[in-house]
């Protein structure tokens, strides 16, 4: 009986060690993604890593006025301060006359982006019988990041658009956010012109918030954000969110193609 009790107390001492090491863990892997004096940059280049998880993240549906927006998925989160931003400039626009707005995709783990990136590669095999999985990653990677590399991964980039419309370029949602996110502190992250530098085409909803006054900065001089902070810190180690992914699941890094 003695014995027992003292291997009852031995297996509950490694079970709370076991968890408080997992808690602080956690703990440590959260990143306050807006304590620097510059834009965190995630891009092909410059990866976050596996255990990366931003601090403060909120349901977008308890920050946001769902009157004006509509909210895809009420499981969507973001950082807090890029959700009230987001709200103010909601509000801004519905003065403006301009409502009915969606949010699509804000934060992402790296786990639903290896599964998103596997799901279109799947897709391509599918319609496509002949290629091979490299051909088939080649192609998914022209419009899904690799897993650490999705701006969407800092819970401060969101993927807004016009409720119902099919397209969001040219709608007046569209040409109003362009004209004025800047002043909330988002830019439009990958514009047309600037492909070879972001390595994205060009995507008219998807904004980034970096606060107003790196976006306005951002806008007078019409860069794209790896320019502008190549244009104010040129050495880009000591402002990068670095990180090295170590495995990335079922896709062999030497098939990933040149950043262009
Ligand atoms: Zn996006």
Redesign the pocket.
Known sequence: MKKNSLLLCLLLALVLSAFSACAARAEAAETDVLSGSLPLLVNKDYPVDESFLPADLVLLTDVLDTSLVRVRNKGIMAVRTAAEALEVMLEAAAKDGVKNWQIN?AFRSISEQKNLLENKIKSYRKSNPSWSRSKALSAALRTVAEPGCS??HLGL?F?ITAKGASAFKGTKQCKWLHLHCWDYGFIVRYQQGKEEITGFSA?E??IRYVGPEHARLIRDNNYCLEEYLASVEPDPDSFLVVGEIEEIGEIPLEDFPVTQ
Do not use: C, V
């Open positions: 995709t701006e969407h980039a993927d995507e909803w998807h």
